[in-house]
Structures are given as C-alpha cells and as structure tokens.
C-alpha cells in the first residue's frame, strides 16, 4: 500500500507541476515564501517536478524495503506536502503527501534493506557535483564566449552567479538581447541539476550487485556437500562455479548459491547437501534477500526442490525439460535411431575419430589447446550458461570427449560428474566448419564407452518448454497450444529452443522437468530479464555494466 501510495504521490506532483494552474500557484507560493522573483517560475516546477519524479522511482526501493529508499521518501513528501497545503489548486496532492508521509513514519521498521555496498553514498555524491560542474562549466563558457550583440558583458563574478543560478532555473545578473543564448543557458542548467538529482538517487538506491567469488574454503565445504548427495541432482556440481556467492545452513549440511543480477539474486539448481537440510540453507538466503532488499529467484530447480521452495510462499512455474539418457538402454540400432544412425556413419566415413578421456588423463599443452579451441568456437563475445555450464574445463573427474580429423581437432564435448555413475553436458563445441553429425557422433560414442567405466546415465542438454512445443504440434491442439509453439518457434531464430528440443530428443532420453522459483507474478519480468541475463541471452549489454560501474 505504501508502495502505491508514493507512485500517486508522485504522479500528482508531477501533474501540479506540468498543467498551467499548478506551476501559476506554485510561483506565487515560492515568490512568497522564499522572496523570489516571479521568474522563479521555472525553479519551482524544476523542483516539484524532479521530487515527483524521485518519488515515483523511490517505489520501486520502498517494495523492497531499502532503508535509504525511505529516508528520501520522507524528505521528498516533506518537501511536496510544504509545498502544496498552501495552494488551493494543489491541496489534494498536499493531503495525499501528508497521508504518505505517515504512513512512512508508522512502518519505518520494516524497511531495514541494507544500501548497495558497492556504489554507496560517496558513489552517488560524485555523480551529483560531476553533472552540476558540467552544467556550470558549460554556461560559464556560453556566458564568456558570447558577443555583445546577444550578451551585455559581465565581470567573472557575474558569470559565476549566473551560470549557479541557471542550475535551478532562476535569472541572475546576466541581462541577454537574444532569447536564445537565455533559453539554452536556462535549459543547459535545468538538466544537468535535473539529471544529476536523478542518477545520484539511482546510485543510492540500485540493489547491490557485488562481484562474487567462492573462497577456497567454501569451494571445499561444496565439495564435501557435492561428494556426500551429489548424485540426487545432474546439476549439483555446477553450484562450483566461481563467480556465485554461497550460504550455508546452520548445520552446515545444506547449501546453496547464487548471483545477484539487476537485484534478483539467482540460485541455480537444487540446494546442495542433505535435502532435510535445505529448509535451514533457505531461511538464510532468504535472510540475506531481505536485509539488501534483493528477490529470491531459482532458475532449474527439480520437483523436490520447487516443493521445498514452495512451502516459503514462492510460485512455481515449469519452464522445460532436462534430457537423460540411461546408458544401458542406449543403442544405434532400430528404426527411431536411423537419423543417429546415419549421422554417425557419415561422419565416420569423413576420417572422424573421436577420443574419451577423463581430464586427468590430457597433459597442460593438451588441456590449454581445447580450452582455446573451445574459446574460439564458441560464437559469442560472453560466455553462456549458468545453471548448467561450469565456466571452466578440465576440472578432476570431468570427461573430454574431441573428435578429430587428419590429426585436427574439430569438436570437443565436457562431461562434468553427477555423482559416483553418472555425467553432465557441460561444455558442446565444434569447428564451424566441421561436417554435420559430429555432435551426435561424439554423444554416441561417449554413451557407448560409459558402458566400461560403469556409468549410468548421462544428462544432455535443457530443452526450455518442450512441453508447450510438444503440445502444439499435436494433432487436435488448441489455438492457445499452437500460438504459444509458433511463438517458440519464432524466438527459436534468436534463441536455440526448438533446435536444442529436437537434437535432445534424437537419442531417446527421459524427460525430467524443471522449474522456475520466483516470489510472485509482479517480479516475474525482473526474474526473467535476471534469468536471461545470466545464462548469457540478452539483458543489458557489458559496455552498459562498464559504465554503471565506472
């Protein structure tokens, strides 16, 4: 309710200040109060404006609860609500600013929302006198340059009060005979203090977005998590990814991790270690979550781990499905593997031949050359990948699969461990030159050589809504069934969906569901926006992060 509250705050705020009858009022209300000339017109719908303004970005902070969120919110209503109670056309925005403004103070304990440790107030107080110097600076030097024609000359003094004045949208000493050099002085200033009010409250408020790294000591403690239940989840071990953060339960059976993207911060998979124990590595996350004011979101989970998430209140929502194939019942034989079958004849016919080894067994020169092929191959500037790709190659137990040709490597695969029999897809690259089938080659010879080493089954790649694709191919399907597959298809030009679904479902596999996790529908767009981001799909491009950064 607060939330809305400060949106329609806001909004009238900024409607007093836009409709002629409200910036009339406020002028006359500034020239008395303040001593003003009637000119101040400008400043005080500035002013009104950009608190209008402030208050309707401060909802978003408010929802989460950030504690500076609140404290400008109290003195932006303050400010509206001195503003308007004295004028008759703006009243019922006074009133409403009063009723926020209690409403503030009677709930002040519940926005305890810790503020973003990494850009802070000294990050937002730089931000605000860099573009309030620009502004100056770039009036005073209008003011300078001008001739006597649109200008009458001024003393540096002068120039200084001006061109400070300008920035509030107030006249100063200087007296101009072109109208334009005024309205561009007039307007340089108003959006460079308009601007700068507005970009120091987002730094102030943006939800923390630290860089993470695991610490040896918690990649250990995941190792022994991973090593005792790993073989429960296919995805458990690619929660060692470095660059997530990790919380543990108090027992320190459980665990989980995550990364914090656009102030959702993301765990991947199920949490790891003892299933009784994850209810404990939960109530921390979620702990973390409400003291920096991020949303809890898990992107991949299984069955068992969206019912535990839901008894926390948070929805559910299927977003496709993980291929495994059982090793022992995987063969080339048979009509329904003919497509497989050929695949793998012709490339043998090609020279192909293709090594599977574990990764202790390739030496460092062997090992840096995939990794640069691989590097080389991959297409895109970022790596992809989150919830089920490791960011790296060649750690212990991991399995290489390359296949070659004249003595070149032109397709490698990494298989990473799910526990003591089984294997994961983590890494699928190939030369873009190299002949069609070499991905089904390796696969197959992979499944066919896990039959020695006492592997059991093996997870390939996800096939994101292969249900609704599935659906809406069916004969007999409904129109809601055959939009949603034509629009699948559609995004299928940008992103792989229908043609990862159809090489998964070459070789046979059991389809195993897998979930989305998110608070409600209203952060579902974020979730998704921090989904699509961090599996490398879009979201907001790396120049963007650079300069947000800098």
């Known amino acids: 309710m607060v939330t809305w509250v400060t949106r329609l705050a806001g909004l009238m705020a900024i409607v007093s200040a836009l409709i002629p009858a409200g910036r009339r009022n406020l002028r006359g209300q500034m020239s008395a109060w303040l001593g003003l000339p009637q000119e101040a017109t400008v400043a005080a719908t500035a002013v009104v404006l950009v608190t209008g303004v402030l208050l309707v970005l401060l909802a978003s902070g408010l929802r989460r609860r950030k504690k500076r969120a609140w404290q400008l919110a109290v003195g932006a209503t303050v400010l509206l609500a001195v503003s308007h109670l004295g004028v008759q056309h703006g009243r019922s925005a006074g009133v409403v600013s009063v009723v926020l403004l209690v409403a503030l103070i009677a709930t002040r304990h519940r926005f305890v929302a810790l503020p973003d440790p990494v850009t802070g107030r000294w990050r937002a107080i730089g931000v605000f006198v860099q573009l309030l110097v620009a502004g100056f600076g770039i009036n005073f030097i209008l003011l300078s340059v001008s001739s006597a024609k649109v200008l009458t000359p001024m003393s540096v003094p002068d120039r200084v009060s001006e061109s400070s004045l300008a920035l509030v949208g107030v006249s100063g000493p200087a007296e101009f005979h072109g109208m334009w050099l005024e309205d561009l002085t007039a307007t340089i200033g108003l959006l460079f203090s308009i601007g700068a009010t507005l970009l120091a409250a987002y730094f102030l408020l943006r939800s923390a977005e630290p860089h993470p790294e695991l610490s040896k000591v918690e990649l250990d403690r995941l190792r022994v998590l991973i090593d005792e239940h790993g073989q429960r989840d296919s995805l458990g071990y690619f929660a060692l990814r470095k660059d997530k953060f990790a919380v543990f339960s108090k027992s320190g059976k459980a665990a989980l991790t995550y990364r914090v993207i656009a102030g959702v911060a993301l765990c991947s998979a199920d949490p790891l270690g003892d299933d009784e124990a994850w209810p404990g590595a939960i109530e921390e996350y979620l702990e973390v979550c409400r003291r920096h004011g991020w949303i809890p979101a898990v992107m991949g989970c ?3 781990g969206a ?13 496709g499905d993980e291929a495994i194939v059982d090793v022992d019942g995987f063969t080339l034989d048979g009509r329904i593997m003919r497509g497989v079958r050929q695949a793998v004849s012709r490339t043998k016919r090609a020279g192909y031949k293709v090594l599977v080894r574990k990764a202790e067994e390739l030496t ?4 840096a050359e995939l990794v640069q092929l691989a590097a080389n191959w991959r297409g895109t500037d970022t790596e992809r990948g989150f919830s089920m790709a490791l960011g790296r190659m060649g750690d212990p137990g991991s399995v290489l699969v390359t296949a070659e040709q004249d003595g070149r490597v032109r397709g490698v695969l990494q298989f990473v461990p799910w526990g003591p029999d089984g294997l994961s897809m983590d890494v699928m690259r190939r030369d873009r030159a190299a002949d069609n089938g070499i991905n089904e080659l390796m696969i197959s010879e992979l499944l066919i050589a896990c039959r020695d080493q006492e592997i059991q089954h093996v997870s390939l790649n996800f096939a994101a809504f292969r249900a609704l694709m599935e659906q809406g191919h069916r004969i007999g399907a409904g129109p809601v069934a055959r939009t949603a597959a034509k629009i699948l298809r559609l995004a299928s030009r940008w992103i792989q969906i229908e043609s990862l ?3 998964n479902a070459k070789f046979q596999p059991r389809w195993v569901p897998r979930y989305l996790v998110y608070p409600g529908i209203r952060e579902l767009p974020r979730v998704g926006f921090a989904t699509f981001e ?6 907001r491009s790396p120049w963007l992060l650079r300069m947000l950064r800098r």
């Open 534 to 539: 961090a599996e490398g799909l879009g979201g």
């Open 307 to 319: 019912t535990v998430w839901a008894r926390f209140g948070l929805e559910v929502l299927e977003i």
């Open 302 to 304: 299984s069955e068992l």
């Open 364 to 367: 460092r020169a062997e090992l």
């Open 501 to 503: 679904y159809r090489f």
